[in-house]
């Protein structure tokens, strides 16, 4: 007589792998449930994707940039903001509070309300806004250790039209003895950027984005999108962040270094080749934009008797050079272009320019990291480092108040 075990058996493989699946699904649930609750105790680059699938983007927390478009400079501070958090990376954060110099003045300055006399402004793009706490800028660090009544009126991602307009439009109000004009290498870029964005030229090349159309990139309509597992996988495979925006990859650090101190410092964005490269004819542009910005400034500045100071801040790749060009090769020298382009038209201008490449490399040798680990800006000791450089400057073009 059939024992019925023929039919049985089938039966519990059923059984069994029903069980196994609940188990795999109970550890899967878990695992997913573990890294929400505890992604803060997670390696740096695991927190963001998690965060990617908790909130929608690589930041722990959703948040508002103190900076938003405009026609005449590309971008703006908005005014009355108070202590708001911003961010240039998952790990970057520091609070920002705005001023409009006057009612109605319409833009945003990170700066102390007017009420004492105005030795210099100081005109430039996020490494004079500065992504730290005001207190470690070096614009306020400068002001501290000079004793002069500075004025800041940087604007991030704007290039050398925008300051031109900001030193035209606000700046002139003071008249002040001295206009000190940060330059970055990027701000070739953003100036044909903002002449592509309002109009007054056909794009040259394909668009390179501001940096800050990385932040934020998000993974929506992909697995990493809501799942906190899959995105931790799949970073730990690749060894990438892997936002699903193009735009994100270009900002993305491809190689890493540290430091004898043991400080590591991320590098090699591909923006940055992009942008800086004087081959490029959107940087060619963007140069014969800047050569009339400086010119109508120096123009402008001689009305009333000031002194024009350009100072260039160079970039990481740079100042780490013996550690960054085994890495890098000819990207480097495209990074440099920019900044050499500039040193040409300080030339061609005769415009009183420091470039602080040098003295920067100098202090570095230190073994001393002068930029954010994960992002192309100063950090608080190298804005304390280049607050010390410009007030040592100053003092040697007797640009001090004796």
């Known amino acids: 007589m059939p024992t019925g075990s023929n039919h049985s058996s089938p039966r519990r493989k059923r059984r069994w792998l029903g069980i196994i699946a609940l188990w795999l699904l109970v550890i899967v649930a878990t695992l997913e449930l573990g890294l929400r609750v505890f992604r803060p105790a997670l390696p740096p680059r695991l927190q963001e994707m998690v965060n990617i699938a908790v909130t929608g ?33 998952p790990r970057l ?37 500065c992504f730290t706490e005001r207190s470690d800028c070096w614009v306020t660090r400068l002001e501290a250790d ?49 002449f592509i ?72 964005q591909t923006y940055e080749p992009q942008a800086m490269d004087m081959e490029r004819a959107a940087n060619q542009a963007g140069l014969e934009i800047s050569r009339a910005a400086f010119s109508m400034a120096q123009d402008l500045i001689e009305t009333w008797d000031g002194r024009l100071a350009v100072v260039i801040v160079p970039t990481r790749e740079e100042v780490y050079e013996k550690h960054t060009a085994a890495a890098m090769g000819a990207e480097l020298e495209r990074i440099a272009s920019a900044r050499l382009a500039m040193l040409a038209l300080c030339a061609e201008l005769d415009l009183l320019c420091y470039d602080a490449l040098a003295d920067l490399q100098g202090r570095a040798g230190a073994n001393k990291l002068l930029y954010y680990e994960d ?12 607050a010390e450089l410009m007030a040592g400057w100053l003092a040697l073009q007797n640009l001090l108040p004796s």
Do not use: C, M
């Not at 900001?166 to 701000?187: A, E, M, T």
């Not at 491809?254 to 400080?263: A, I, N, Q």
């Open 197 to 268: 964005a309002n109009g007054a030229l056909d794009p040259l090349d394909p668009p390179t984005h501001p940096p800050d159309d990385a932040a934020g990139a998000d993974g929506e309509g992909s697995l990493r999108s809501w799942s906190a597992l899959y995105a931790v996988l799949e970073t730990i495979v690749t060894g990438r962040r892997n936002y699903d925006d193009p735009v994100a990859q270009g900002f993305e650090d491809r190689y890493v270094l540290t430091l004898p101190s043991g400080e590591r410092l991320q590098f090699g």
């Open 146 to 194: 000079t004793g002069l009544g500075l004025v800041n009126l940087g604007l991030p991602v704007t290039g050398s039209h925008s300051h031109w307009l900001v030193l035209r439009d606000f700046g002139k109000f003071y008249q002040p003895p001295l206009v000190i004009w940060q330059f970055f290498g990027n701000d070739f870029n953003d100036d044909y950027g903002l």
């Open 93 to 129: 954060k520091f609070h920002v509070s705005t001023n409009e110099l006057w009612p109605g003045g319409g833009v945003g300055f990170r700066n102390r309300p007017v009420d004492y006399f105005v030795d210099a402004v100081v005109l430039g793009d996020s490494f004079t806004f």
């Open 57 to 89: 983007s690589p930041f722990a927390k959703p948040w508002d940039r103190a900076w938003i478009r405009n026609p005449d400079h590309y971008f703006i501070l908005q005014p009355g903001l108070v202590n708001a958090p911003q961010y240039g990376t």
């Open 375 to 386: 992002d192309l800006h100063l950090n608080p000791l190298g804005n304390q480092v280049f």
